[in-house]
């Protein structure tokens, strides 16, 4: 705990300093960008400034987040904005390219830029953290590039010091699961089909309304490849009859456990061996 004290005390003056004028927070709801939101509007209280949460709302994440980053900003007294983008075609990322997320970082960054000149904001913070930098993430060079800081990886903030500090602050959502784009649920080189992706979302919902903490519904042509958290494994077993009826219904033909349970960027697997 005193490391993360240390840490605290590192980002806080980092803050104390970022917001002696306005500041734009990329905001998605969650842990980090909500860590980074609070931290962001103690210190812009003192400083007599402001911060906007800018959210970016894409086919590529579900409505119940958008529902969500408005709660967490009007609990904590920020400017909310949100920018509605179709990053498929925006971005090209339609056929789902091994660079997706560097492409879709640059698209995305690049209209916060020119919202944040607008607005005559010359900062804008997003939640890169330090275990992000040990997993196949592309776009953080994107982030590099257009001059985004990333106060977390400054201060070497770990997801679990994340959580850990979100959790002593009371940030409401300290204990909500990762949630990264919908592209993450397809092969590389795949169609990103619209209609494909909204059967995720409802397959994911599904499981998560059964009482399921990490899930992912991994897509492989006609099969559904379902991660939970190891030790959920033998639960999801028992809804078998449940999972047929609702996936089946859907237009898949086969449903698979994934054994190794929940594992971020399992579709990665190739490209961090690499």
Known sequence: MENLENKRKK??????????????????????????LKLACEQATKNGTKVYAYTIHTMLH?????????????EMGA???????????EA???????????????????????????????????????????????GIAALKELGITSPLLLAEFTKADVRALATKLGIS????????????R???????????????????QHIKNLGFYNVRARIHDSLV????????????????????CFIKQLGFYYISIDLEGFRSGSQDIKMNRE
């Not at 970022?18 to 860590?35: K, N, P, W």
């Not at 089909?193 to 409802?202: F, I, P, S, T, W």
């Open 11 to 36: 980002i806080i003056d980092l803050f104390s300093q970022y917001t002696r004028e306005d500041t734009m927070i990329a905001f998605s709801g969650g842990v980090d960008s909500s860590l980074l």
């Open 62 to 74: 579900p409505m119940e987040e958008l529902e969500i980053t408005e709660r967490i900003t009007k």
């Open 79 to 89: 400017i909310h904005r949100v920018i509605q983008v179709d990053e498929l075609a």
């Open 92 to 138: 090209g990322i339609e056929n789902n390219p091994e660079n997706r997320c560097y492409l879709c970082k640059k698209c995305m960054f690049g209209k916060l830029k020119e919202e944040a000149k607008a607005q005559g904001i010359s900062r804008i913070i997003e939640g890169t953290n330090l275990d992000d930098t040990k997993e196949y993430r592309p």
């Open 173 to 184: 959502v300290s204990n909500r699961p990762s949630s990264p784009c919908m592209a993450t």
């Open 186 to 204: 397809f092969p590389y080189n795949t169609l990103l089909d619209r209609e494909q992706l909204k059967k995720v979302e409802q397959i994911e």
């Open 225 to 244: 490849r379902i991660e939970v958290d190891e030790r959920e494994i033998e639960k999801l077993v028992n809804e078998k009859k449940n999972l047929i």
